[in-house]
């Protein structure tokens, strides 16, 4: 699906799937591993969380709007 899609798609679709294995960390293992490796509460956890909710978003959208680059 993400193989013929533009750069921004699959940047979108990376950081969402990321996001993702991190939520599946969290629900069966109890190990937040973006906090685990950006240290908690920090900063660059917190850009990482915003990434992830900005690309959720994106991918929300992507079933109403067409991507204008890659017309996907």
């Known amino acids: 699906m993400l193989q013929q899609a533009c750069l921004l798609c699959k940047i979108v ?3 969402a799937i990321i996001g993702a294995l991190n939520w599946g960390l969290v629900g069966v293992f109890h190990f937040n591993l973006v906090e685990y490796v950006l240290g908690e509460g920090s900063m660059a956890s917190r850009v990482v ?5 900005l690309s ?3 991918l ?3 079933y109403f ?3 204008p680059a890659c017309k996907k």
Do not use: D, E, Q
């Open 13 to 15: 679709g990376a950081v």
């Open 49 to 53: 969380y915003g990434l992830v909710g």
């Open 56 to 58: 959720g978003i994106a």
């Open 60 to 62: 929300l959208t992507s």
């Open 65 to 67: 709007i067409v991507c």
